[in-house]
């Protein structure tokens, strides 16, 4: 019996939508990923770029910093005096004042060659890879020098075998004649090791290539000293002759293009090396100054997870859509079939009514019991959202004003001793002592107000500049603050500090508010040894300050110092601290461009160390801190 031509037509429309349903799905799912992807893939490229810019700038502000050094070495009078004298001349005055520039400025070696090339003084003069009798006339800064211009250069040492970056100037005997001819070239070379290590970050990749298309510098080590693309075996003999590279086989990278999104920017992929098969967004940025390109590679993990994130997304919705025009299909459908079943079975309509009446009432109580529930969860989120803030507001209220009362309680104690003392001079009638007295307590004024206004700026980064401060003035005035305390519990106060004054870059008050805080713990902490040692001590170690305190007390166990510079975390029974000093002191060490360190001192206490960068000669002031002038 053939079936009615509705019921065939209706079964092809619900094959037919059956098919539609994962097409659509498809297809929502394909959108969504493209879009997705395009997003993420702008939002990597803004990150890369803002990576790439910034790396861009540091590389080229540490290389060009020791571009004035051989042209400063080339006017002096010692260098001049010796390549115009005999060639039995005693060389070891000039190797030492070399090595003493190199150690001052950071840089690897500085080098004098004569007008045929040779090294004739090196500040490596005593190490068994010394560069003196060696020929450098083949380097390309030497010729450019050695013609009366400056020089850069970059490449392998031909002894060290060490990457560097060259800088070279010619040296004249005669500056004002226009017809001379250098008699010399210094040349000074940078280490890049430092910038590299930099570099190292899990999401990221760097890379510099030279004019050569050869990687010279890169944060992964395998990557160094790679060809960028395939070079043939003639182009490779022609870099291995000119020694740039030494004998490196400067093997290709196997970086290999997948798609263009911009001038300078692209998706690659490694066909060989450590990064088979990884893709990366790629970005370059050029280095007119140093003839280099830089590129950076980011992984394209996070434009990954945006597509399957969105995709996840898309298709809960697509999958409700689906049910709701189901649901709402069904609902139509059933419709249908009830009209048609009450015009057949009249007799049943009231019934079937009333049974869906109750069904709809039930369905809308539920309803309306759900809405208000919802209602009342959205009331409870909003109310807890609120208390959260403002337990926040609460808690930092609250630490800054732990802050406050911690850094202060030193001044005014020394405030009311001062009081105390100025009374008793005053009954006395010794009125010179108790005016110093008086201009202590103004100048303790002076610095609760400094310390203050330091304590609000505790939770963002300090816009000061700092200035060349004195250490030793710094101690000086850190331990008159407990002169009382020190002398009533004989404290033996010991100095490692040697005869040259030590300074800094800093704030003044800020250092010394570091230095009575680790003071004051110090003390503390030897409140129960029987002879209690405080020792101070500087060094200067490459560009920086070391700054150590060591006491004699307890010391600090390890698995305490990993948390000692958290806010409120203290060592001390209840009540006897806020645990706020040292995590301050921490940030403003921090701040200063240092460190601030503990560690476990030789006499068996605790030891804090604070490492900041050495003030330049020219910078250092003659007056001392003004904190100092306190009586």
């Given at each position: 019996?053939?079936?009615?031509?509705?019921?065939?037509?209706?079964?092809?429309?619900?094959?037919?939508?059956?098919?539609?349903?994962?097409?659509?799905?498809?297809?929502?799912?394909?959108?969504?990923?493209?879009?997705?992807?395009?997003?993420?893939?702008?939002?990597?490229?803004?990150?890369?770029?803002?990576?790439?810019?910034?790396?861009?700038?540091?590389?080229?502000?540490?290389?060009?910093?020791?571009?004035?050094?051989?042209?400063?070495?080339?006017?002096?009078?010692?260098?001049?005096?010796?390549?115009?004298?005999?060639?039995?001349?005693?060389?070891?005055?000039?190797?030492?004042?070399?090595?003493?520039?190199?150690?001052?400025?950071?840089?690897?070696?500085?080098?004098?060659?004569?007008?045929?090339?040779?090294?004739?003084?090196?500040?490596?003069?005593?190490?068994?890879?010394?560069?003196?009798?060696?020929?450098?006339?083949?380097?390309?800064?030497?010729?450019?020098?050695?013609?009366?211009?400056?020089?850069?250069?970059?490449?392998?040492?031909?002894?060290s075998d060490n990457r560097g970056y060259y800088f070279s100037s010619p040296v004249w005997l005669d500056d004002l004649n226009p017809d001379a001819a250098p008699v010399g070239v210094m040349t000074v070379k940078v280490l890049i090791d430092d910038i590299e290590s930099s570099w190292q970050s899990p999401d990221t990749e760097l890379l510099i290539v030279d004019q050569n298309g050869v990687v010279f510098m890169a944060s992964h080590p395998e990557l160094r000293?790679?060809?960028?693309?395939?070079?043939?075996?003639?182009?490779?003999?022609?870099?291995?002759?000119?020694?740039?590279?030494?004998?490196?086989?400067?093997?290709?990278?196997?970086?290999?293009?997948?798609?263009?999104?911009?001038?300078?920017?692209?998706?690659?992929?490694?066909?060989?090396?450590?990064?088979?098969?990884?893709?990366?967004?790629?970005?370059?940025?050029?280095?007119?100054?140093?003839?280099?390109?830089?590129?950076?590679?980011?992984?394209?993990?996070?434009?990954?997870?945006?597509?399957?994130?969105?995709?996840?997304?898309?298709?809960?919705?697509?999958?409700?859509?689906?049910?709701?025009?189901?649901?709402?299909?069904?609902?139509?459908?059933?419709?249908?079939?009830?009209?048609?079943?009450?015009?057949?079975?009249?007799?049943?309509?009231?019934?079937?009514?009333?049974?869906?009446?109750?069904?709809?009432?039930?369905?809308?109580?539920?309803?309306?019991?759900?809405?208000?529930?919802?209602?009342?969860?959205?009331?409870?989120?909003?109310?807890?959202?609120?208390?959260?803030?403002?337990?926040a507001k609460l808690a930092v209220l609250g630490q800054l004003a732990a802050g406050i009362n911690h850094e202060l309680n030193q001044p005014l104690a020394a405030i009311r001793a001062y009081a105390e003392n100025a009374r008793a001079f005053m009954a006395r009638q010794q009125w010179q002592t108790a005016d110093a007295n008086l201009e202590q307590i103004v100048e303790l004024t002076r610095r609760m107000a400094d310390i203050s206004a330091q304590l609000r700026?505790?939770?963002?980064?300090?816009?000061?500049?700092?200035?060349?401060?004195?250490?030793?003035?710094?101690?000086?005035?850190?331990?008159?603050?407990?002169?009382?305390?020190?002398?009533?519990?004989?404290?033996?106060?010991?100095?490692?500090?040697?005869?040259?004054?030590?300074?800094?870059?800093?704030?003044?008050?800020?250092?010394?508010?570091?230095?009575?805080?680790?003071?004051?713990?110090?003390?503390?902490?030897?409140?129960?040894?029987?002879?209690?040692?405080?020792?101070?001590?500087?060094?200067?170690?490459?560009?920086?300050?070391?700054?150590?305190?060591?006491?004699?007390?307890?010391?600090?166990?390890?698995?305490?110092?990993?948390?000692?510079?958290?806010?409120?975390?203290?060592?001390?029974?209840?009540?006897?601290?806020?645990?706020?000093?040292?995590?301050?002191?921490?940030?403003?060490?921090?701040?200063?461009?240092?460190?601030?360190?503990?560690?476990?001192?030789?006499?068996?206490?605790?030891?804090?160390?604070?490492?900041?960068?050495?003030?330049?000669?020219?910078?250092?002031?003659?007056?001392?801190?003004?904190?100092?002038?306190?009586?």
């Open positions: 019996m053939p079936l009615p031509r509705h019921s065939s037509r209706r079964r092809t429309s619900r094959k037919v939508l059956w098919l539609l349903i994962p097409v659509g799905f498809a297809i929502v799912l394909w959108q969504t990923a493209q879009v997705a992807r395009e997003s993420a893939l702008d939002s990597l490229q803004q990150d890369a770029e803002d990576e790439l810019r910034l790396s861009a700038v540091g590389l080229t502000g540490h290389l060009s910093r020791h571009e004035y050094l051989p042209e400063l070495l080339a006017t002096r009078e010692t260098v001049k005096r010796y390549l115009s004298g005999s060639p039995d001349q005693d060389m070891m005055p000039l190797n030492l004042l070399l090595d003493r520039f190199r150690s001052t400025t950071g840089v690897s070696d500085i080098y004098l060659l004569d007008s045929r090339g040779t090294t004739v003084a090196a500040s490596n003069w005593h190490k068994p890879d010394t560069f003196l009798g060696v020929n450098y006339r083949f380097r390309p800064y030497y010729q450019a020098a050695i013609a009366g211009h400056q020089g850069r250069f970059h490449g392998l040492g031909v002894i000293l790679r060809s960028l693309d395939p070079t043939s075996d003639q182009r490779r003999e022609e870099l291995r002759s000119s020694r740039r590279y030494a004998d490196e086989s400067l093997l290709a990278t196997g970086l290999k293009e997948i798609e263009r999104l911009g001038e300078d920017s692209r998706l690659i992929t490694f066909t060989i090396g450590p990064f088979k098969g990884r893709n990366y967004l790629s970005r370059t940025s050029d280095l007119p100054e140093l003839g280099w390109q830089m590129h950076i590679l980011k992984p394209l993990t996070p434009v990954v997870e945006a597509q399957w994130l969105a995709m996840l997304l898309s298709g809960g919705l697509y999958g409700i859509l689906v049910l709701g025009v189901g649901i709402g299909w069904q609902r139509h459908r059933l419709r249908r079939e009830r009209e048609k079943f009450a015009a057949r079975e009249r007799a049943t309509l009231a019934q079937a009514r009333d049974e869906l009446e109750r069904n709809v009432a039930s369905r809308t109580q539920d309803l309306v019991a759900e809405i208000e529930e919802r209602r009342r969860a959205e009331a409870n989120l909003r109310q807890t959202r609120d208390e959260l803030v403002q337990a700026q505790f939770s963002r980064k300090s816009g000061d500049h700092p200035s060349a401060v004195s250490v030793p003035s710094c101690f000086d005035y850190a331990l008159r603050l407990f002169q009382a305390r020190i002398n009533e519990h004989a404290v033996a106060i010991c100095h490692q500090t040697g005869d040259e004054e030590l300074w800094v870059m800093a704030d003044l008050v800020r250092l010394e508010q570091v230095l009575v805080n680790l003071i004051s713990n110090a003390l503390q902490a030897m409140s129960d040894t029987e002879h209690p040692c405080l020792t101070l001590g500087t060094c200067r170690e490459d560009g920086l300050v070391r700054i150590w305190l060591d006491d004699n007390g307890p010391g600090i166990p390890e698995d305490q110092r990993q948390h000692i510079f958290e806010p409120f975390y203290t060592t001390r029974a209840p009540g006897s601290g806020l645990g706020l000093g040292l995590s301050i002191s921490a940030r403003i060490i921090d701040d200063f461009g240092g460190r601030l360190a503990v560690a476990q001192s030789p006499s068996g206490g605790a030891r804090f160390i604070i490492v900041l960068p050495e003030a330049p000669q020219g910078s250092h002031q003659p007056a001392t801190p003004s904190s100092s002038t306190a009586s």
